[in-house]
C-alpha cells in the first residue's frame, strides 16, 4: 500500500515513517513537506478562506492521482479544515489528531493541553471539548501554548532550543493540578518520556493514538 504522509515542518517528518513502518512493516511511504500550510494557518487561523480550501482538497487529490492508496497528515492545526473537504476524496484521510479526545478522557479529566502554536492548541482543545460535552463528562482543559518555542522551530529549525524552552517550562507547572497531559503535535511528542519523568503524569501525544489506530486500514500492527 502507498502511503502519503503530508507535513506542515520538517521537525518529525523522519520518525513519524520509522514509527510507522516499524508498526505496519512492508507498505510504502512518501513524505509531502508544504510549508505553505504551517504559514497558512499560522496567520489566516479561523479566517481560512475557500481558496485555501480548495488548495488543500486539490492537495489530497494530486496525492491520490500520483498513486496515494491512504493520506495521513501529521498536522493537527489543518485537521479542523482537513475534516471539511475529506468526504470529497475518495481515498482514507487519516487525521494526526484522530481518535485522541477518548484517550484523553480516558486518563483524567483536568487536562493540560501543551502546544507551540495557537492553532494547535485551539484545534486540540475544541477537539476534547467537543467529545467530552458529546460524552457527558465534565473536563477540565487548561491550554499551555509557548508560541516561543514554536518560533524558534519554524524559523530558525533549532529543536534543541525549542526542546529546552519548552522542558523548562513544563518543570514549573503545578503537576497537582492535572490528571494528564496532551501533546497535541508531531513536533513535541518525542518529549513524552521526558515531560513523563518530569512531572509523573501520564502523557497523550497524537502520533502515538494514530498509530494504534490504523490496523483497520494497514493491517495487523506488529508488536513493540
Known amino acids: 500500500m502507498n502511503i502519503f504522509l503530508l507535513h506542515t515542518v520538517r521537525p518529525g517528518l523522519d520518525s513519524f515513517e520509522k514509527q510507522l513502518l516499524k508498526r505496519y512493516p512492508g507498505h510504502k511511504v512518501y513524505n509531502i513537506l508544504n510549508d505553505y500550510w504551517n504559514?497558512?494557518?499560522?496567520?489566516?487561523?479561523?479566517?481560512?478562506?475557500?481558496?485555501?480550501?480548495?488548495?488543500?482538497?486539490?492537495?489530497c487529490t494530486s496525492m491520490q492521482k500520483a498513486g496515494a492508496d491512504i493520506i495521513i497528515c501529521t498536522c493537527n492545526s489543518l485537521s479542523p479544515h482537513l475534516r471539511r473537504i475529506r468526504e470529497y476524496v475518495t481515498i482514507p484521510v487519516v487525521l494526526i489528531d484522530e481518535n485522541m479526545p477518548a484517550a484523553v478522557l480516558e486518563k483524567g479529566q483536568r487536562i493540560l493541553a501543551v502546544s507551540t502554536a495557537e492553532t494547535s492548541r485551539d484545534a486540540g482543545i475544541s477537539l476534547v471539548q467537543g467529545q467530552a460535552d458529546a460524552s457527558g463528562i465534565s473536563c477540565s482543559l487548561t491550554p499551555f501554548c509557548r508560541d516561543d518555542a514554536g518560533k524558534v522551530m519554524r524559523e530558525g529549525g533549532d529543536m534543541a532550543e525549542h526542546d529546552r524552552i519548552m522542558l523548562e517550562a513544563i518543570r514549573g507547572i503545578d503537576r497537582d493540578a492535572y490528571d494528564v497531559i496532551l501533546l497535541s503535535q508531531l513536533s513535541t511528542a518525542h518529549l513524552k518520556e521526558l515531560i513523563m519523568r518530569i512531572t509523573g503524569l501520564p502523557v497523550i501525544t497524537t502520533p502515538d493514538i494514530c498509530l494504534d489506530n490504523l490496523e483497520s486500514l494497514l493491517g495487523h500492527a506488529v508488536a513493540g
Open 39 to 59: 504559514r497558512k494557518v499560522l496567520t489566516e487561523k479561523e479566517s481560512f478562506s475557500k481558496q485555501c480550501l480548495l488548495y488543500l482538497l486539490e492537495t
